[in-house]
């Protein structure tokens, strides 16, 4: 592995005229959020000279700190990912709560129970595939900063930031950024063989691309709360469905002896926007009045944000000198919280195609050498996205006949065991086009 980096920068009598540095680089990764800093890490083992550039960093993690309230379920194979990475050592050292449990039922008017357990619910436990846990409830923030962490052993890695990206040229020989210049400093422009668009649903790479996207926006909003509970921690994950869409809860990490819990709330924008005005007494009110009994009793609010749901899929996920990842390449219904996992997937995947292009001596920017990545992340995202739409569409809605229909078959599944098997593994990332570097090392 090479481990010096030599910074190509150069003056043409062009640039001195306007006092431009241009540094060059084999890749400009554009994006240090969790899938971006994730390429970055696994990239950096290959020695090329890798760029990363984002407007901030991850504010420092305070242990003594409440939960964040931006989360994710990152399932058993992105977690081998960020071990593979050498990031998930720093990860579990700050916080993660495993689940080991996900219900998944319909809630009714007049509850079906037996035991005290909906009969209408479908229960995926670790156990029925041999894994102590299904996954892990992890702050985003937290992630992140255990991926920078580990991408500051790789010296080939140049971290540029604060960075704003006026521009991307792909119309040059080799495409450049152009970067807004800060006061008292020269104006900056990269070169790159390539550059990876890791910077989220709205990116301006895949604009400045020109690659096309197909987006359908759902009629539900979503609303998010984090939530102090009291009992005992919870090692499960559920979701109720109801006609204007599910009722989550996620357990996440204690703190200083304290339970709290992740609310998830799906429903139509007006009902959104009251929900998202309430104080906080109100507000839990309302989740308790809405939400079904396996709730833990809460005892207070700590914070609620609101958002709209669309799904996106960019038209190409490579072209002449780029590659996409993650939500800039798309976006997905968050039902089963399976956006990051996907993004994580991009990444491993993303990351074994270069490597080898890199290793065969091949041009990593050309279409040829990048095209497999697509093959390989469009059909399994698409595949996934198919899946979310479907549940959403049956369970969206007040049909007597479907509804009978899908309670009967949330009973059902319960009891059959081979096909809740193969259910759990391709939740947990262990069925399918699995990368490399999400099987254990």
């Given at each position: 592995m090479t481990n010096q980096h030599t910074e190509s920068t150069q003056k043409t009598t062009a640039d001195k005229a306007t006092d431009t540095t241009t540094k060059q680089y084999d890749i400009a990764i554009i994006g240090a959020g969790m899938v971006g800093t994730a390429i970055a890490c696994g990239l950096g083992r290959t020695g090329l000279r890798i760029a990363i550039l984002d407007k901030a960093e991850p504010t420092p993690f305070d242990p003594e700190k409440t939960p964040d309230i931006r989360v994710s379920a990152l399932s058993y194979a992105s977690e081998q990912i960020l071990k593979n990475l050498g990031a998930w050592e720093h990860i579990s050292n700050m916080r993660v709560c495993p689940y080991r449990r996900m219900a998944v039922t319909e809630k009714l008017d007049i509850p079906l129970n037996f035991s005290g357990a909906p009969l209408n619910q479908t229960l995926f436990d670790s156990k029925d595939v041999g894994y102590p846990y299904l996954g892990n409830i992890v702050e985003n923030r937290v992630t992140q900063i255990g991926l920078h962490k580990a991408m500051k052993q790789y010296s080939n890695i140049d971290f540029i930031c604060p960075a704003t990206i006026e521009n991307i040229d792909f119309k040059t020989a080799l495409p450049t950024i152009k970067l807004a210049k800060s006061d008292h400093s020269e104006s900056i422009q990269i070169e790159a063989k390539l550059?990876?668009?890791?910077?989220?649903?709205?990116?301006?790479?895949?604009?400045?691309?020109?690659?096309?996207?197909?987006?359908?926006?759902?009629?539900?909003?979503?609303?998010?709360?984090?939530?102090?509970?009291?009992?005992?921690?919870?090692?499960?994950?559920?979701?109720?469905?109801?006609?204007?869409?599910?009722?989550?809860?996620?357990?996440?990490?204690?703190?200083?002896?304290?339970?709290?819990?992740?609310?998830?709330?799906?429903?139509?924008?007006?009902k959104i926007r009251a929900l998202t005005d309430m104080n906080n007494d109100a507000f839990i009110e309302e989740v308790v009045k809405n939400f079904p009994p396996q709730l833990p009793p809460l005892i207070t609010l700590l914070e609620k944000g609101s958002f709209t749901l669309v799904k996106r899929h960019a038209q190409h996920y490579v072209g002449n000198r780029v590659a996409l990842a993650g939500d800039a390449a798309h976006t997905i219904n968050p039902l089963a919280g399976q956006g990051v996992n996907l993004g994580f997937q991009d990444a491993a995947t993303l990351i074994e195609i270069i490597s080898d292009a890199h290793d065969q001596g091949k041009d990593i920017g050309l279409v040829g050498s990048l095209k497999e990545y697509e093959q390989r992340r469009k059909s399994e995202n698409l595949k996934m996205m198919e899946v979310m739409d479907f549940f959403y569409h049956m369970f969206s809605n007040d049909n007597p006949p479907l509804k009978l229909l899908r309670n009967i078959g949330l009973g059902l599944a319960d009891k059959l065991p081979f096909g809740k098997k193969k259910v759990i593994k391709y939740a947990m990332g262990l069925e399918g086009n699995i990368p490399k570097l999400a099987k254990p090392a």
């Open positions: 550059i990876i668009g890791a910077d989220g649903a709205l990116s301006k790479v895949r604009e400045w691309a020109a690659i096309g996207l197909n987006s359908n926006q759902y009629k539900q909003q979503a609303l998010v709360a984090t939530v102090e509970y009291k009992g005992q921690q919870e090692d499960i994950t559920w979701q109720s469905f109801t006609s204007t869409g599910p009722l989550a809860f996620l357990p996440l990490m204690d703190v200083n002896d304290k339970h709290y819990g992740s609310l998830v709330w799906y429903d139509l924008p007006d």
